[in-house]
């Protein structure tokens, strides 16, 4: 434990000495080499992210959760800090101020979606109702529903008569993400249901089935898989394995839609997954989960990478 802290300054101290010979041969401070020999998007963001959070001033330190109003003046701070004439270098405040933006932004996502993940459904509350009845019709428009309190809940993949008690797990995060699918791109998420319900009737030539031997075909439950996979989500956005693709996508500071359009897109490609997997029955679930899970951490290693939806949940949220 002792030669793991020594190592651990030792290689500090050569860091912070190898920034200094960096200085004095290119005359430029770490976040300018970083801004100028990197490409913009998540190779940038995160580098800046790093530089700033491991810096040894506290006003670089604090700037990565400074409110997004006070990003400006942050920004003159640490160019007056690093004696940076910001006429000489206009281009350097620019891509600071971005990747801030995207930096405070993805902090805010966070406790954004925590604050969804902890507000419990209400039955009570007429906002709450207001969405789960929406969620119905978009998913299934020519069924009306006979009763709130009903059987036909289990049509759209919910465990009983009352879907209040499967968002225990996520909270209104769930319904939000579900009906947001539902909503925005209600054709896909209608025949991923049907799929879901039947799956040897979808997209799948009969010669495919054949092929990958998906002769089991077994279905799963539409909604409690959305809310595993909002998990999944969430447990990704809070962990930074999303910053890739938030920070490659949002120009500025993702928000609250990047997250559903993510979720789409999980959803969507999970489905596929799934399907490809050809599971022996719903108990299987776990273990398709998880290794849909690191496949999607994978790709996400890849600093160039963004998860592109090809549905229309997505559209004018792409910006790469």
């Not at 002792?2 to 041969?25: A, D, E, H, T």
């Not at 004696?83 to 206009?90: F, G, M």
């Not at 529903?145 to 499967?166: A, H, V």
């Not at 209104?172 to 579900?178: E, P, V």
């Amino acid at each position: 434990m002792l030669i793991q802290v020594c190592l651990y300054f030792y290689c500090k101290f050569l860091w912070r000495c190898l920034k200094f010979v960096m200085r004095k041969l290119t005359g430029r401070c770490e976040l300018q080499r970083i801004c100028y020999n990197t490409k913009p998007g998540a190779s940038r963001t995160m580098k800046i992210e790093t530089s700033l959070r491991d810096s040894k001033s506290k006003l670089l330190q604090t700037s990565v959760s400074v409110h997004p109003d006070a990003i400006e003046k942050t920004i003159e701070d640490i160019m007056e800090l690093k004696k940076i004439n910001a006429d000489i270098n206009p281009q350097l405040g620019i891509s600071l101020q971005a990747c801030l933006l995207q930096i405070v932004g993805y902090r805010n996502l966070i406790a954004d979606v925590e604050k969804l993940r902890r507000e419990p459904y209400d039955s009570d509350n007429p906002q709450h109702e207001e969405m789960l009845l929406k969620l119905w019709k978009f998913l299934k428009p020519n069924t009306p529903l006979e009763s709130r309190i009903s059987k036909q809940w289990c049509e759209i993949g919910f465990q009983g008569d009352d879907p209040k008690t499967d968002f225990r797990g996520m909270g209104l995060l769930g319904l939000y993400n579900l009906q947001y699918f539902a909503e925005r791109d209600a054709a896909a998420a209608q025949q991923v249901l049907s799929d879901s319900l039947h799956p040897k009737c979808s997209k799948f030539s009969k010669a495919e089935w054949e092929k990958k031997r998906m002769d089991k075909a077994i279905g799963y439950s539409f909604a409690i898989v959305g809310i595993n996979i909002t998990d999944l989500a969430y447990n990704l956005l809070v962990s930074g394995a999303l910053k890739t693709h938030f920070y490659n996508i949002a120009p500025e500071a993702p928000t609250l839609s990047h997250f559903q359009q993510t979720f789409c897109y999980l959803m969507h490609e999970f489905h596929k997954f799934w399907i490809e997997e050809d599971p022996m029955d719903i108990m299987e679930f776990n273990r398709v989960r998880e290794k849909f899970r690191k496949r999607i951490i994978k790709q996400l290693q890849n600093p160039d990478m963004a998860l592109c939806p090809h549905f229309a949940a997505s559209e004018g949220l792409i910006n790469i």
